[in-house]
């Protein structure tokens, strides 16, 4: 079955930098589109960033463009998100899932645990 592991994340000060992981099985990765998402305490998953199959297009939410750069090596089945000059309200679990490009939403119905990004002012 599908399975989803995010990591990479901590607790950062305000301008600090973090790079995410995310290992993949259980799908044929590099027929995927993938994506980050995020949620913070009480919301749901908000998009964050999408690349495609091949790495050749990304997407990115305004909130994020131009901080943090999304990439993928299909060989590792592995999607990042590298995250530059980070932000309070950055702060959320995230995750990686499939996307479905043109709703900006996930693909996947199952969710892995997220990993955790905590940035102090």
């Known amino acids: 079955q599908v399975q989803l592991v995010e990591s990479g994340g901590g607790l950062v000060q305000a301008g600090g930098s973090l790079r995410l992981s995310c290992a993949t099985s259980?799908?044929?990765?590099?027929?995927?589109?993938m994506a980050w998402f995020r949620q913070a305490p009480g919301k749901e998953h908000g998009f964050v960033a999408a690349?495609?199959?091949?790495?050749?297009?990304?997407s990115y939410a305004d909130s994020v463009k131009g901080r943090f750069t999304i990439s993928r090596n299909n060989a590792k089945n592995t999607v990042y998100l590298q995250m530059n000059s980070l932000k309070p309200e950055d702060t959320a679990v995230y995750y990686c899932?499939?996307?479905?490009?043109?709703?900006?939403?996930?693909?996947?119905?199952?969710w892995g645990q997220g990993t955790q990004v905590t940035v102090s002012s």
């Open positions: 690349i495609n199959w091949s790495g050749g297009s990304t």
């Open positions: 899932n499939a996307v479905r490009w043109e709703a900006s939403a996930a693909a996947f119905a199952s």
């Open positions: 259980g799908f044929t990765f590099s027929n995927y589109g």
